[in-house]
């Protein structure tokens, strides 16, 4: 489907032409619909799976998750156990 091109209508036209923007809007075309001459609605086509399969290219790629995912790093555990050296503090007179 690519880019949906866009066409602007009245809502009395469209009342009067409904059938024909409904067809145009499946074939691909954004209909905005005005109303006393601002935005009303939007009327767009339902994407098709080629346009979700195209806008999201990893959705399914993921077959299995391994047992320990989730599981700490030693290297990073040990990290977070040493402790960072304290300021000396100060003492009063």
């Not at 866009?6 to 209909?31: C, D, M, S, Y």
């Amino acid at each position: 489907m690519g880019q949906a091109s866009t066409a602007v209508t009245t809502t009395r036209a469209l009342r009067a032409q409904l059938r024909e923007t409904l067809e145009r809007a499946a074939r691909g075309k954004e209909i905005i619909v005005t109303l006393r001459g601002k935005p009303y609605v939007r009327i767009v086509p339902i994407a098709s799976a080629a346009d979700v399969a195209s806008r999201y290219p990893l959705r399914g790629s993921v077959r299995f998750i391994a047992d320990d995912f989730d599981a700490p790093m030693p290297e990073m555990w040990d990290a977070l156990q040493k402790k960072a050296p304290r300021a000396a503090k100060r003492r009063k007179k």
